[in-house]
């Protein structure tokens, strides 16, 4: 079993900085995005880094660990292909569900495109713990899982974020990746004090430390990785340095990037402020990053925290219906579920889709070069009531196949348009799945015109 010792300071690798990394003096080891790595292709920088001995640890976005379903077995081979391919001592996930509905709940299978907090129950702690371990069983290195950043907060909670994640540390072994910036994002939108999570957290179970920044409208944080660190998220840095030796401390970054001298301030004022708070305070060592027993299936946590004994798919049952019905209200406007806070569901719901919005223009830069300044409101009026159902590729090309059912006016643009998706749909493959058949039609109504 590979072991991580200690990281370091490190940033998280982009292909839009991947030269500016590469050039940064006192960066220890960087973090890709697992989904956006190809085992049999992996990019020149990432190879060059690891020839020079700098660990990279890959970062999943799409396992949906604290969803409803148990963990897909093919993407869980995909990561466990990554982390093979890069070496790396650990992968990192999220406590999180990205997706809800389907069979399960025998309604349509919903897409957030977006990492959403699952609620602090007994329940969904039993469901993740459970999905946790069958991860762990399919990868080859131990795994950590990060507490997320929310805008909204779950009615009827049991728990605080620091006794969930201490239960799950508990109860599974498993490591946790600590994002303080979530955890300020948590004090402005959720009321959660972050010293108390702090003194609630298994600080022993921690693998790394996320940094990252984002700006507050509105009493609204938003933690957008675009912008710089705030000065608070660096004082729960300080916080948690003084409690326990950190294993690694690494910014996080997705757009909006700075120039290279800029992102260098930045990963040198982390790591200056991890180095002035641990030595203030004899800190508690980490332990070492290696997988721990797997706990009991029964009712009870080694805590001694009852739980109601259940049928072993109640839970699942339970935690399913409920991610279906906000799911449901964020992406395809049903009614939001009792309990929640409507005007915060609404800032969520556009939040979401403005993120589809900045995502589909990426992958599918086409779209705004066609359709100009009408290509936002279009999206954004678009996702308000229909959900993604196959990643962002399949987004741009049901927003344009949308867009050309609907009747735009016969000009340059539209044909344009429509032999854009004509060229990217291709026949539809494997007869009898709704999707197909979609497509199929679709594709027969747009070569009529």
């Known amino acids: 079993m590979r072991e991580t010792g200690r990281l370091g300071t490190g940033i998280g690798w982009r292909p839009e900085i991947a030269e500016a990394v590469e050039n940064m003096p006192g960066v220890d080891w960087v973090e890709a995005v697992a989904e956006n790595l190809c085992p049999g292709h992996l990019p020149e920088s990432l190879l060059r880094l690891r020839a020079r001995g700098v660990t990279v640890v890959p970062h999943g976005v799409s396992l949906g660990l604290g969803g409803a379903d148990r963990p897909d077995e093919a993407r869980l081979t995909a990561l466990a292909e990554r982390v093979e391919a890069l070496g790396s001592p650990l992968v990192t996930e999220h406590i999180a569900f990205v997706r809800a509905g389907g069979p399960i709940t025998a309604s349509p299978l919903l897409e957030a495109g977006h990492l959403l907090p699952v609620p602090r129950t007994r329940d969904a702690l039993r469901v993740l713990c459970e999905n946790v371990r069958a991860a762990q069983a399919a990868l080859p290195v131990p795994l950590a899982v990060e507490n997320i950043a929310a805008l909204i907060s779950w009615p009827g909670e049991e728990m605080t974020e620091g006794q969930f994640l201490y239960e799950l540390a508990d109860r599974t072994g498993v490591r946790l990746l600590i994002d303080v910036a979530n955890l300020h994002t948590n004090h402005v939108n959720r009321g959660e004090d972050p010293a108390k999570a702090l003194d609630e957290l298994p600080v022993e179970a921690i693998a790394y430390v996320h940094v990252a920044g984002g700006f507050e409208r509105d009493g609204v944080w938003h933690d957008s990785h675009a912008h710089p660190v705030a000065r608070p998220v660096l004082d729960i840095l300080a916080d948690l340095a003084s409690r326990t030796a950190l294993p690694g401390v690494l910014l996080e970054r997705d757009e909006n990037f700075p120039e290279p001298a800029e992102l260098e301030r930045e990963v040198t004022a982390i790591r200056e402020t991890v180095e002035k708070a641990a030595a203030g305070t004899p800190a508690t060592p980490p332990a070492t990053v290696t997988p721990g027993p797997p706990a009991s299936d029964g009712p009870e946590s080694a805590r001694g925290v ?144």
């Open 306 to 449: 009852a739980a109601e004994p259940v049928p072993d798919d109640a839970p699942r049952q339970r935690v399913a219906l409920a991610q279906a019905a906000l799911l449901s209200a964020l992406v395809a406007g049903t009614p939001a579920p009792e309990g929640f806070d409507r005007v915060r569901l609404g800032v969520q719901a556009r939040a979401l889709a403005a993120k589809r919005a900045d995502v589909v223009a990426k992958v599918a830069p086409e779209l705004p070069e066609i359709l100009g300044d009408h290509y936002r409101p279009a999206f954004l009026a678009y996702a308000q009531r229909r959900s993604m159902t196959g990643g962002y590729r399949r987004d741009a090309l049901d927003f344009a196949a949308h867009l050309l059912l609907a009747g735009l006016p016969e000009d340059a643009g539209t044909r344009r348009l429509r032999a854009w998706w004509l060229e990217r749909s291709g026949p539809a493959p494997l007869s009898g799945r709704p999707v197909a058949r979609l497509a199929r039609a679709t594709r027969r109504a747009l070569l009529r015109r």
